[in-house]
């Protein structure tokens, strides 16, 4: 069975400074998508990005970015230039994309992420 | 289509009572699962659909429990006999292979056992 490991239950970041979550995983696919959601107070989980592991490129989306490295089974998120918005739960998730497989999340404990101003 | 909609959002039942649970996934999504998530942790799957189809269910979903997605829209999850266990929140979630089959959240069903 996969799963995923968030080993930093807090961070905190000044605003405007960059700050690292990190994530690893451990499963026995070859291939498969690893994601990053963000849940605010409000609970709905919205998800910031997303990694497919057949793509050597890392992924961005504005001042969000990931740092996958297959081999050593680990999908870190760098996000620049907090702002206070960016306060929330973070949770890494893996998804099993095979055949015959359900296809459904695997998340993380989560990653309570505080922004200082 | 403003996404995914869950129905109550919040729901206090006392011990032994049963209670039902509404998603509306996003229209024509075809894929639609529902996650539990106590505090602090991260949601659990509990079970897919594909269309009306049920496809797989985790060892989570106990006999007291039990999805149904008729006709390939909407889904409810039903509690029977609730126990104080079962408080968590209750999240619905769909996708589309059309749409990457990324997979969008609804905002929840908060559930207290008194």
């Known amino acids: 069975a996969q799963t995923v490991t968030q080993s930093q239950p807090e961070m905190s970041v000044q605003e405007a400074e960059t700050v690292t979550l990190s994530c690893t995983y451990d499963t026995s696919e070859s291939d498969y998508y690893l994601f990053w959601y963000k849940q605010p107070p409000s609970r709905q989980m919205i998800l910031v990005i997303r990694q497919e592991a057949y793509k050597q490129q890392n992924a961005t989306e504005n001042r969000f970015s990931v740092n996958f490295q297959k081999a050593a089974k680990s999908f870190s998120l760098k996000i620049s230039d907090s702002q206070l918005g960016d306060a929330a739960m973070y949770f890494c998730?893996?998804?099993?994309?095979?055949?015959?497989?359900?296809?459904?999340?695997?998340f993380g404990s989560g990653t309570q992420l505080t922004v200082l101003p | 289509d403003t996404g995914v909609s869950q129905n109550p959002r919040h729901k206090i039942t006392k011990r032994g009572q049963n209670v039902t649970f509404r998603c509306d996934p996003i229209s024509e999504h075809n894929r639609l699962y529902w996650y539990r998530q106590t505090l602090g942790q991260g949601p659990e799957f509990l079970t897919y659909?594909?269309?009306?189809?049920?496809?797989?269910k985790s060892r989570l979903l106990s006999d007291r429990f039990s999805a149904e997605r008729p006709k390939g829209s909407f889904s409810t999850l039903e509690i029977q006999r609730t126990e104080q266990g079962d408080s968590a929140m209750y999240l619905c979630?769909?996708?589309?292979?059309?749409?990457?089959?990324?997979?969008?959240f609804g905002e929840g069903s908060w559930l207290t056992v008194v």
């Open positions: 659909f594909q269309n009306e189809a049920q496809l797989e």
């Open positions: 979630a769909s996708s589309s292979w059309t749409d990457r089959d990324t997979i969008y």
């Open positions: 998730a893996y998804r099993d994309i095979s055949s015959g497989s359900a296809r459904q999340l695997t």
